[in-house]
Nanobody, 122 residues
Framework: VQLQASGGGLVQAGGSLRLSCASS????????MGWFRQAPGREREFVAG????????WYGDSVKGRFTISRDSAKNTVYLQANSLKPEDSAVYYC????????????????WGQGTLVTVSS
């Protein structure tokens, strides 16, 4: 299984981006999916997660109310809509496939994509 993240870029503060993560696996709907981010010199941070059936989502405190995770099983793709972006949202964003419902721990996510860079200018 491979995960391919895309959609990152440079955006001004207050702007929006939509990140995508395409899975090459045929059992996409059998796994929890999540987004994490990592800024230079900082630990990897949980951003958002979504249940296998898409009916449940959970978020890190720093992005609640601004980011929305969703998934399209027909396209084997998970999305992260990031609104009201702030400079502190700048990081490499990673999608990951997990096994634990509502987990925010990177250790519960077993397959990782290569990351896409988001830069928010002030």
């Amino acid at each position: 299984v491979q995960l391919q993240a895309s959609g990152g870029g440079l955006v001004q503060a207050g702007g929006s981006l939509r990140l995508s993560c395409a899975s090459s696996g045929r059992i996409f709907s059998s796994h929890v999916m999540g987004w994490f981010r990592q800024a230079p010199g900082r630990e990897r941070e949980f951003v958002a997660g979504i249940a296998r059936n898409g009916q449940s989502t959970w978020y890190g405190d720093s992005v609640k109310g601004r980011f929305t995770i969703s998934r399209d099983s027909a396209k084997n793709t998970v999305y992260l809509q990031a609104n009201s972006l702030k400079p502190e949202d700048s990081a490499v964003y990673y999608c990951a496939r997990g096994v634990q419902h509502r987990s925010t721990s990177a250790t519960d996510y077993t397959t990782w994509g290569q990351g896409t860079l988001v830069t928010v200018s002030s």
